[in-house]
């Protein structure tokens, strides 16, 4: 996959909820302070905990008394807003004009796709993709495009890349522009940071009700919710591209008298080009990694397949749709990191090599249409794999699940009950037994260590925030599976990202794979995860794991790259053992990239609260989930933002000492 | 010099794919504009068959995430589409996002719905936009189930009683040390953490998070004739494929239904399913809104098209087929006989 590791890494700059990311070790943020500053806030900080405690007294969790009604207020505003939707006009009118906009335009397009017949939009995707770059990625577009057709999808198929395709034009048309304020005007920036926040780690779920009632069904609903969780990157992106321009090449350019909007269209956002369209391949994974959600508020589409298949348990179709879904993802992300790639590097085609292209697709359209009436991908053509999946799953279980089937494990079902009751409710009894300011002085404590008082204060108001939604108890859940899951993804991670940089072969091996578990649904594995590990927490963990392990493994393995090569050979010519070399020299160097990986994996695991809701593990998952199933907005938006919340403590006890030094600018 | 040109390359190429991009779209509204509407229509069977449908608006019906709802609009399409020359398509969607949108139109009907007083209270009686279709016919039965060769190992679970003296048989590593009961989907109602309390049984309620889940790990139970215990209902095909017997609760009664959720301790209440449908169709497609407040059928039909589709793995349109063709007087009555019973949800559903 081209580019695929710087795409990960700048990923990890700016998915993380602050463009600043994890390097740690140049020292504490904060310079000398005089020792009695530092006594006093410390004994005030002793003194908010013991008024906490005092006033709160020793009992596990947080004080029930103490609600300020944050689930009921919400549920209000919900219903004031279905009561008023049709008389206020903003409500109504707007955003009924704009729900009439998407849906017009997502269904033209795929009246568009559908009247271009099978054979052109085979044409035309392969034309695409040979521009942005060159015959590899076009025959990878073109072997896509068959099996979009040969898995028996092709409907939902085009429908979802019609829905996809709104949702991204949507997004750059929004997120650029926003992304220019930002970089332009600091507060825009400073106030648009937390939004996106929020933004991409609140789960869908939380106000796919609202989303429903104010845009249609159907596929408005569904591109709204898919741009809340796939713009963040764009706008990120964009600020980064130009706030990283040198500062000598705008002062050169005022210097020959250009105007600040002159500087802006004519130096800064051509050189943030790159970035942007590294930000919109970001968008476009993102995207695609929705679609099963916006299926439940009716797009249709591949998600639909999904679903359904979930419906009568059918992992193999479930999974047929799901590897359509991975494989339309991989098609675009290459062809627009290719186009990023090759952007600013010489070999354009000529405008008549251009014209020529688009007319000869042109004709296969016309020629397909009319002259041969083709029309959706002919059904007779399918290559089913559900059943042998189906089958495969069944004996996979019968031989695994039983006790004695792995040597020294058992079986998965008797790791499964270790997981359960040696580790996780050992670790749940312990957090949920602790009172919440315990809870406080522990975070806010870790947040002054690491990033100073003002630090220290943001976590500790997270911490009290999550007390007053009053769903403690779910959230200290909830944190028990996110501490195994995250411990278990680096034991398995790291090994394998120090196995796939020593070796090309493990690395060429592992990559699929891991592409595979990152874009596929999570919807997908649930019932497998069930199979083998029983419902309950267990589930809910391996559920997370999958998904976060690329992740582990990725940033280990760049990493372990990113160490400079006169060290290694430096290290070698002490005469260092291969041993030696990774514990003293490549590791150690390479901490900035674990520290980041630990960061990374915690927010997919976060990412995948959800799943772990649905297959049994409870916490804020489950509670997310009943809140949409079940009408109750406000406990499934207060359980929403506490794993924002939980998102944003972790993220910044990880974020490390240094403010300084971005990964993109390291890379 | 090389900068600024590749510079100007860069605008040219973006600019380019922009103005792709606006053609695409413009040439796609204008296609689509005679369509209206809003989802597409994908994934959901036999699509347009309707003859002479040019100006009919087009008929949404939800599928919900159990098997049945679909069973019932399959049927229900194939009717429409060559009875009633309607183009009908199915959307998926949850059971709460569909009551506003049948309110605004957006869905035209749904089949069944389980309860929902509140959402009834909001939309039916509150402010008319959605209109009670009446009763569909199959009696939602929830309660508790085991596998039956575990009642027949075990007599005494055909009531409660057993439950509550059998408990331990029911430890998983999730319940320690009480035994686990598995619930489902979120959107099903339950009582039974309250029940496990009112009724002192040492039992820990286990909540699935989704019946794809809930069903795999009965599945698993199954196939190696292991206890397990768990929230089940009918009509649901799955009951033609796994033997399951119902555990008797105390018997449901009106005074208990005035119960506070947290104090309940008798059976679930029976779930006489209706269907809802949009305020304005009887004015916008007469005849379908007709068709819909008469259609009913029962459990045993449901069923049986449900088994055909997931099991038998028939085609969506086949299965609809070949019920409408072997059940010609009940079609006929859905077309020219009577509106079925007006049935209410009870409060607390």
Redesign the interface.
């Given at each position: 996959m081209l580019a695929h590791g710087e795409i990960a890494v700048a990923e990890g700059a700016v998915d993380a909820p602050s463009p600043r990311a994890a390097a740690p070790g140049n020292g504490p943020s904060s310079p000398h302070r005089p020792a009695v500053c530092w006594l006093l806030s410390a004994g005030g900080a002793v003194a908010v905990v013991a008024a906490a405690a005092a006033l709160s007294g020793f009992h596990a969790g947080f004080p029930a008394r103490w609600n300020p009604g944050v689930a009921g207020g919400f549920s209000s505003l919900d219903n004031w807003v279905t009561a008023h939707q049709q008389s206020n006009f903003f409500l109504g009118t707007v955003i009924g004009d704009i729900s009439t906009v998407l849906a017009v335009c997502t269904n033209g397009l795929l009246s568009f796709l559908t009247w271009m017949t099978w054979v052109g939009v085979l044409a035309a995707a392969g034309a695409a993709s040979w521009l942005a770059g060159g015959w590899r990625t076009a025959s990878f577009s073109a072997v896509v495009v068959a099996v979009l057709g040969l898995s028996g999808l092709w409907g939902e198929s085009m429908a979802t890349l019609s829905l996809m395709a709104v949702a991204i034009i949507l997004s750059v048309l929004v997120g650029l522009p926003l992304g220019v304020a930002a970089a332009v005007w600091r507060p825009v920036g400073q106030l648009v940071r937390p939004v996106l926040d929020v933004m991409q780690m609140l789960p869908s779920y939380a106000y796919l009700v609202p989303v429903v009632i104010l845009f249609s069904i159907g596929n408005p609903a569904g591109i709204v919710a898919t741009f809340i969780y796939a713009v963040p990157p764009i706008v990120r992106f964009t600020q980064l591209g130009i706030t990283t321009v040198g500062g000598d090449v705008v002062e050169a350019a005022a210097a020959f008298g250009a105007t600040r909007g002159q500087v802006l269209r004519k130096v800064e956002l051509p050189l943030a080009l790159q970035s942007i369209l590294l930000g919109l391949n970001q968008v476009i994974m993102m995207a695609l990694s929705v679609v099963v959600i916006a299926s439940l508020v009716g797009t249709g589409g591949l998600g639909d397949s999904v679903l359904q298949a979930l419906n009568v348990v059918n992992v193999g179709d479930a999974f047929t749709a799901g590897i359509v879904i991975v494989l339309m993802a991989m098609a675009l992300d290459r062809s627009s990191g290719a186009f990023g790639g090759r952007i600013g590097r010489s070999g354009r085609r000529s405008a008549r090599q251009l014209a020529l292209l688009w007319g000869a697709v042109v004709l296969v359209v016309l020629a397909a249409h009319y002259g041969a009436g083709l029309g959706d991908f002919p059904s007779g053509w399918s290559l089913s794999v559900s059943t042998p999946i189906n089958t495969a799953l069944s004996t996979l279980q019968n031989r695994l699940y039983h006790f004695a089937s792995i040597p020294v494990v058992g079986g998965t079902s008797n790791l499964s009950s270790f997981l359960t009751l040696d580790v996780l409710n050992p670790l749940q009894r312990v957090l949920t037994a602790l009172p919440w300011w315990v809870v406080l002085a522990v975070v806010g404590g870790a947040g002054w260590l690491f990033g100073g008082l003002r630090r220290a204060l943001l976590l500790g108001a997270c911490v009290v925030a999550i007390g007053l939604m009053q769903v403690w108890s779910a959230t200290t859940v909830t944190l028990s599976q996110v501490v195994v899951a995250l411990v278990l993804d680096l034991l398995i991670g790291i090994p394998l990202g120090i196995a796939a940089y020593r070796s090309r072969a493990v690395d060429r091996l592992l990559r699929p794979v891991l592409d595979l578990l990152q874009t596929m649904p999570a919807f997908v594995y649930l019932i497998p995860v069930v199979l083998f590990f029983s419902v309950g927490n267990v589930a809910g963990v391996v559920a997370s794991l999958v998904y976060a392990l690329p992740a582990a493994v990725r940033a280990t393995t760049l990493g372990l790259r990113s160490v400079p090569v006169d060290v290694v050979e430096a290290g070698d010519a002490f005469g260092a053992t291969a041993r030696q070399r990774l514990g003293k020299i490549e590791l150690p160097l390479a901490r900035p990239y674990l520290l980041l990986a630990v960061n990374q994996t915690i927010m997919l695991v976060l990412a995948e609260v959800i799943v772990a809701g649905l297959v049994g593990a409870g916490g804020l998952g489950y509670s997310v989930v009943v809140g949409l199933e079940r009408d109750q907005f406000g406990q499934g938006l207060t359980a929403g933002l506490s794993i924002v919340l939980l998102g944003v403590i972790f993220d910044r006890l990880t974020q490390g000492r240094s403010r300084a030094g971005t990964f993109t600018s390291a890379t | 010099m090389t900068e600024i040109r590749?510079?100007h390359?860069?605008?040219r190429?973006?600019l380019g794919a922009l103005g792709v991009?606006a053609a695409?779209?413009v040439?796609?509204?204008?296609?689509?504009?005679s369509?209206?509407?809003?989802?597409?229509?994908?994934?959901?069977g036999s699509s347009g068959q309707a003859a002479g449908s040019a100006n009919k608006p087009t008929i949404t019906l939800?599928?919900n995430?159990?098997?049945g709802s679909?069973a019932n609009n399959v049927v229900a399409q194939y009717v429409i589409e060559h009875d009633l020359h309607y183009p009908v398509k199915l959307?998926?969607?949850?059971?709460?996002?569909a009551w506003?949108?049948t309110a605004?139109g957006?869905?035209s009907a749904v089949l069944e719905e389980w309860g929902h007083a509140?959402?009834y209270q909001?939309y039916v009686v509150g402010n008319h936009q959605v209109i009670n279709a009446g009763q569909e016919g199959p009696l939602g039965n929830i309660g508790w189930y085991v596998p039956t060769y575990l009642m027949k190992a075990h007599p005494e679970l055909a009531t409660w009683k057993g439950v509550q003296k059998d408990w331990k048989m029911f430890v998983?590593?999730?319940s320690?040390p009480q035994g686990q009961f598995?619930d489902g989907?979120?959107?099903y109602v339950t009582n039974d953490a309250a029940l496990m309390k009112n009724l002192h049984i040492n039992m820990k309620v286990?909540?699935?998070?989704?019946?794809?889940?809930?069903?795999?790990?009965i599945?698993?139970a199954y196939k190696q004739k292991k206890p397990i215990i768990f929230y089940w209902y009918t009509p649901q095909y799955e009951n033609a494929i796994y033997k399951f017997s119902q555990v008797k609760l105390p018997p449901w009664t009106t005074a208990c239904a005035k119960l506070p959720a947290a104090k309940v301790n008798c059976a679930y209440p029976p779930y006489d399913l209706y269907k809802i449908e949009n305020a304005k169709l009887p004015s916008t497609a007469p005849a379908v809104a007709a068709f819909i407040k008469r259609f009913h059928w029962t459990s045993g039909d449901q069923d049986q098209v449900a088994y055909d589709?997931?099991v038998k793995k028939m085609s969506d349109t086949a299965a609809a087929k070949a019920f409408v063709s072997s059940h010609a007087s009940l079609v006929s009555s859905w077309l020219h006989g009577s509106d079925t019973k007006i049935v209410v949800p009870p409060p607390g559903t």
């Open positions: - | 590749t510079i390359r860069r605008r190429l973006a991009a695409m779209l040439s796609g509204c204008n296609a689509s504009t369509t209206g509407g809003a989802a597409s229509q994908t994934g959901s939800v599928t995430s159990w098997e679909l959307i998926d969607l949850s059971e709460i996002p506003p949108a605004k957006q869905v509140n959402q909001r998983t590593p999730q320690a598995l989907s979120p959107s286990i909540y699935a998070g989704s019946e794809a889940a809930q069903l795999t790990e599945k698993t589709m997931a």
